[in-house]
């Protein structure tokens, strides 16, 4: 009997977090198109979804962006007045070991919700609606922040894997090149 090496899929190792990371960029995208639908009040529409899309901006950078890939950012103004982007991330071999379907689903909603946003923004381009533009710049600008943030932060994150692995690498082989030497 032939038995097939079976496959092992890798599972979201966190669930919950995943959810609300999906749940408000979902929330406000439904809640701004459906809207148009059965609400007939601009400010509603407005303050709902600029909320919605605020909850999302602040699950995003201050808990999916630490459980789901590992990285954090701010940005804070100094002394002289200058803006000073931070980051934050975890050390290399914790980042390694992040789940791939985590990070996935992390990065492809990132981008995808900002593209959602700017092609509702064509369509209120092309029905003539500058109100609606106004939220659709907010929640888009929300969007664009942490893409901004977490690319920045991914990019610093990654100068720091290469570190770290070239420190293993080089204490590993300087070690194994001192043993080898000394016959230990």
């Known amino acids: ?17 995943c959810f609300f990371h999906v749940l408000f960029k979902a ?16 400010i509603i529409i407005f303050v709902i979804t600029v909320l919605l899309a605020a909850l999302d ?4 950078k201050n808990v999916s962006g630490r459980i789901l890939v590992g990285l954090r950012w701010w940005n804070e103004i100094n002394d002289q007045g200058e803006s000073v982007w ?26 995808f ?3 959602a946003w700017i092609i509702l923004g064509i369509f209120s381009l092309i029905r003539l609606q500058a109100d609606y533009l106004l939220v659709i710049g907010v929640c888009l600008t929300l969007s664009i922040a942490n893409i901004v943030g977490f690319t920045k932060c991914n990019k610093d994150a990654k100068k720091n894997i290469q570190n770290w692995t070239t420190n293993a690498l ?13 016959g230990i």
């Not at 995208?29 to 009040?41: D, E, G």
Request: glycine share 2%; with cysteine; net charge neutral.
């Open 170 to 182: 080089l204490t590993g082989s300087v070690r194994s090149h001192l043993q080898s030497a000394f």
């Open 86 to 111: 931070k980051f934050e991330c975890l050390d290399g071999e914790s980042l390694a070991r992040m789940n791939k379907k985590d990070s996935w689903l992390f990065w492809w909603t990132l981008y």
């Open 57 to 60: 901006f602040w699950v995003v």
């Open 1 to 17: 009997m032939d038995q097939q090496p079976q496959t092992v899929s890798e599972n979201y190792a966190n669930p919950k977090t």
């Open 27 to 42: 929330a406000a995208l439904a809640f701004y198109i459906l809207s148009a639908l059965f609400v007939n009040n601009f």
């Open 113 to 115: 919700t900002a593209a």
